[in-house]
């Protein structure tokens, strides 16, 4: 068998007409141990599209989406946002893109269980030296677009699954990110719960031009989504939309 | 969707022109396919045929859009009855994409590529009714629900097959 139409996807476009590539990975191998969790994977993500990452359990989604914001290094292969290639950066710039540039919601455990859910909007603003009075007030905004001014004062532990998405979404998006890297966001919430916290999340991005890359295996979730990439055996397929 | 007993039902609040039924029924069910007049008109002369309904007056002038319905106690009976049986659940696509990947197996095709390009189109039509709940009304999320409920089992059906494409093509291919 072939490789079943397995590509990397479009290079980057410039000038008028298609949106420019902003975050794109090229070719990914990385292997924990013997067998490859990716090989040879790849994905073009555009400024404001959501793109739907699927495919089976074990294939390599959470991997490619951690090697795309950063958080692993990929063995061979190169992630370049806007032009610069990740491996390129030391650390030190690497988490400052993660910081500034990047948002991330994972499935739960993500919000400090210590600190208020208005204090855990507000952390990433506060991280990149934003006054506190101007950190909460605007996580107190994002609070509000997320329907979930309420649990301001709460913590993390003190909410319902679904008000903790919400938190963990209006933190993601409170620093105004590029790109929004969510990983079964609505895995342990229920469909209504889920599909909520979905809009607010597609709305906002939308809203701010942020791109969203969604992994989920929840096809009413990725129906949120612009176009849908699928993950098997560590190599990626990106579908064309159909219309 | 037994367009005959949605009409009766909506004629249960007292009589209308065929006309008028359809837009009713349009504007409550319609989303996905109004009604044709021609299939007005040839419901209602069945329900007439078999007393479910009778004509309630005609307007001057020809032609059946003069004519009020109305529904009689057989009618009454008939949708009592109807919306007190549970509808049959459909098997809908699973017979023909089920052939499809077998018969991707059999001939050494891709049967991935079956699975991704069918999914693309039941994304593809998710994405519509999804975008179509954001701007309707309760109503319309509802029927947009439904359908997206439906779809879904679809693809969770295709991913579940996706995952044992091994043990099937042992399976079929023996
Ligand atoms: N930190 C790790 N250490 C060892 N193996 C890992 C690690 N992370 C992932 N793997 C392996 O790499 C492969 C891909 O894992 P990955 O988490 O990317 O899959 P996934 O597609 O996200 O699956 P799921 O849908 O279950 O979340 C799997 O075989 C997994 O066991
Ligand atoms: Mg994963």
Known sequence: MNDGGFTRGPGPVDGPGPVKVLLEAVDLHKAFGPTPALDGAGLSVRAGEVVAVMGPSGSGKSTLLHCMAGILTPDKGTVRYRDVELSAMGD?????????????????????????????????????????????????????????????????????????QRVAVARALVTGPRVVFADEPTGALDSLNGE??????????????????????????????????????????EMEPVT | MSIGHTLLGLLEKGPRHGYDLKRAYDERFGQDRPLHYGQVYTTLSRLLRNGLVEEAGVEAGD???????????????????????????????????????????????????VLDVQRAAHLAAMRELTKRKASGDLADQLICDHALFHLE?????????????GQLKTAVTR
Not at chain 1, 211 to 237: I, Q
Not at chain 2, 153 to 165: G, K, V
Request: glycine letters at 8%; aromatic letters at 6%; hydrophobic letters at 40%.
């Open chain 2, 153 to 165: 089992a679809d693809l969770r059906w295709l991913e579940l097959t996706a995952a044992r494409l």
């Open chain 1, 196 to 237: 909520r916290v979905m809009q607010l999340l597609v709305t906002a991005a939308k809203e701010t031009n942020a791109a969203v890359v969604l992994v989920t295996h929840e096809p009413r979730v990725a129906a949120y989504s612009d176009r849908e990439v699928v993950v098997r055996d560590g190599r990626s397929r």
């Open chain 2, 63 to 113: 032609g059946p859009e003069r004519k009020r319905y109305a529904i009689t106690g057989a009618g009454v009976t008939d949708v009592e009855h109807w919306l007190g049986t549970p509808e049959k659940p459909e098997p809908y696509l699973q017979n023909t994409l089920y052939a499809k990947v077998v018969l991707a197996l059999l001939s050494g095709r891709s049967a991935d590529d």
């Open chain 1, 92 to 164: 030190g710039q690497r988490s400052e893109l993660r910081r500034t540039e990047f948002g991330f919601v994972f499935q739960f455990g993500q919000l400090v269980p210590e600190l208020s859910c208005l204090e855990n909007v507000a952390l990433p603003l506060r991280l990149g030296s934003v006054k506190r009075k101007e950190a909460e007030s605007r996580a107190r905004e994002w609070l509000e677009r997320l329907e979930v001014s309420d649990v301001a004062d709460k913590r993390p532990g003190e909410t319902s699954g679904g008000q903790g």
